[in-house]
């Protein structure tokens, strides 16, 4: 996929930069803001809410330990342990990603919505909004564009079947995806891995 972001959310991007991709996922902002707006456009949704809110999304992981951040992606982290990190990491994120909007001058008319998005990216059931649901099938695609595939296996204790097998199980999950088409895309990729990493 080839991407540029939008001139527009240039000041937004470079003054969260230092904050982003802090669970040694080199490009996981800039991938997922990519899905963002590929599905924004595709969906219709409000790309001024679903590109800020995708850019902000993670930020609050640079205020969560190392040990914590990394232990998500450990099979033997119990799971209320890695749903304490993934709180953490949105309450910051809020708290973070308003000071930055400010700092930029965002349109202060949309801060609250993009705020609201971030503060339960990875633990709301079901779905608030298309503008919502178009960031967060964004960064569930990651998982299955082959570079977050792989940034995730290497930061993993798993095999790379049971990687995908995972993968396969959520994609019909109820509530996963919020777009069919994000769905659809998932299925796509989940194809390519299939036939590159399995024998
Ligand atoms: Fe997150
Ligand atoms: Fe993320």
Redesign the pocket.
């Known amino acids: 996929m080839r991407y540029e972001l939008e001139a527009d959310y240039l000041p937004l991007w470079k003054a969260a930069q230092t904050y982003q991709d802090k669970r040694n996922d080199k490009g ?1 902002a800039f991938i ?1 803001t990519a899905y963002a707006s590929f599905i924004a456009a595709r969906e219709n949704c409000a790309a001024t809410v679903v590109i800020p809110a995708a850019i902000l ?2 930020i609050g992981w640079s205020a969560v330990s190392l040990e914590d951040r990394m232990s998500i992606f450990r099979s033997d982290t119990p799971k209320e342990q890695k749903m304490q990190a993934r709180v953490v990491h949105q309450e910051q994120g809020v708290l973070l990603a308003k000071e930055l909007l400010e700092k930029v001058q965002y349109d202060t008319a949309l801060i609250p919505v993009i705020l609201e998005i971030i503060s339960q990216h990875d633990s709301r059931k079901g779905f608030i909004s298309n503008n919502e649901g178009a960031m967060r099938d964004a ?1 569930k695609l ?1 998982r299955y564009d082959e570079y977050g595939f792989m940034s995730d296996y290497l930061n993993g204790t798993g095999a790379i079947a049971d990687q995908i097998k995972v993968l396969e199980q959520y994609i019909d999950t109820e509530h996963f995806f919020c777009f069919e088409s994000s769905r659809q895309l998932a299925k796509d990729l989940l194809v390519k891995l299939k036939a590159k990493y399995l024998p």
């Open positions: 996981h997922v999304h993670d960064d990651w």
